[in-house]
């Protein structure tokens, strides 16, 4: 019988279920969740999305006060009165969290820096940089072409698109995903 290491424990992401979600929302966001729309290029949904992409693949929601990801639907039908953290719907406070959650070793959903893009899988995300250093945008990947990956994202949505055919970004942040 194979011993089961704590790091084979952290790996449950189930990257097909996070991939089946996001292609499904990709272009119709979820009417469960509430949707932050792009307001004079700032702002938008990509975050959100993602973290509902990371939802459906296992992740388990962090109430850390210092360190929180999480939504909470407040139980009712309407999207208007939801709460949600922080990390939940900013693509660079979801960055960081991801980050943090890999340096640290935290049983939460995580996510180590690669250097390059031939590293992802499906599943994995990318994250957008602009010129000020601040990470503005994200993305899953859901697809590949030619070995490169096409991604599905909020504000604007799309499906299965080259990744640089998304938002202009001076620098890419190639993040493999584990839990």
């Known amino acids: 019988m194979p011993v089961i ?4 424990r ?9 991939v089946k979600y996001a292609v499904t929302y990709a272009l119709h966001p979820n009417p ?6 792009l307001v004079n290029d700032s702002s938008g949904d990509c975050a959100n999305f993602l973290s ?4 459906a693949g296992g992740g388990k929601m962090d109430f ?7 939504y909470n639907k407040n139980g009712t039908a309407s999207t208007s009165d939801d709460t949600w953290s ?10 960081y969290y991801l980050r943090v959650n890999q340096e640290e070793n935290r049983p939460y959903t995580q996510g180590l820096e690669i250097q390059s893009a031939r590293g ?3 599943g994995d995300l990318i994250f957008y940089e602009d010129n000020t250093g601040l990470i503005f945008h994200s993305t899953i990947v859901t697809a590949f072409s030619g070995g490169e990956p096409l991604v599905s994202h909020h504000s604007f949505e799309a499906l299965n698109i080259p990744y640089r055919s998304s938002w202009p970004a001076v620098k890419y942040h190639y993040i493999k995903v584990s839990m």
């Open 52 to 55: 509902q992409c990371l939802l």
């Open 120 to 122: 992802l899988e499906l």
């Open 86 to 95: 922080i990390p939940w719907t900013v693509a660079h406070s979801l960055y």
């Open 64 to 70: 850390n006060p210092s360190r929180p990801w999480w």
């Open 10 to 18: 952290q790996n449950r992401y189930l990257r097909s279920n996070a």
């Open 5 to 8: 290491t704590d790091s084979f």
């Open 32 to 37: 469960a969740f509430r949707y932050f729309p």
